[in-house]
Every structure is written in C-alpha cells, then in structure tokens.
C-alpha cells in the first residue's frame, strides 16, 4: 500500500496551488505505473497531518492490506 502518508513538514496553506508539494494525483497514477500490483490510496483534502486526519481510514486499508498479505 502507497499512501501519502505525512510525518511532520511545513506550515503550508494548501489551499493555496502554488504552495501544494505534489500532485497527488500525479504521483499516484506514477506510483500505479511503476509499481502496477501497487495499492495507492490519495486522501484529496488531507494535509501534513494526514495521519491524524485520516487515522480511522488509514487503519483500515493498513488491514486490509495485511490481512490480504496473511491469507
């Protein structure tokens, strides 16, 4: 599993285009090119604090995810 997953990093208003880091969909569609059995998950609104934004999603495709690894 892929995810864009943010430890820490700038105080960026990413509302704003110019101060975006990635293209997250860019980076995804790389990431699903390059690595085809790949499972890239992109959170559209998330910020540098995905992890706590997103924890109760993030857990969830993190099970699955070893859940497919262990069967």
Same mark, same amino acid.
């Given at each position: 599993?892929?995810?864009? @997953?943010?430890?820490g990093? %700038? /105080?960026?208003?990413? %509302? @704003?285009?110019?101060?975006? @880091?990635?293209?997250?969909?860019?980076?995804?569609?790389?990431?699903r090119? @390059?690595?085809? !059995?790949?499972?890239?998950?992109?959170?559209? /609104?998330?910020? !540098?604090?995905?992890?706590?934004?997103?924890?109760?999603?993030?857990?969830? !495709?993190? !099970?699955?995810?070893? /859940?497919?690894? /262990?069967?």
């Amino acid at each position: 599993m892929v995810s864009g @997953l943010g430890f820490g990093g %700038a /105080d960026v208003d990413d %509302a @704003l285009p110019e101060a975006r @880091l990635i293209d997250a969909g860019m980076a995804a569609r790389s990431a699903r090119t @390059l690595v085809p !059995h790949a499972q890239v998950q992109v959170y559209r /609104d998330a910020s !540098h604090a995905i992890n706590g934004e997103y924890a109760d999603e993030i857990a969830d !495709h993190a !099970h699955r995810f070893w /859940d497919a690894v /262990d069967s």
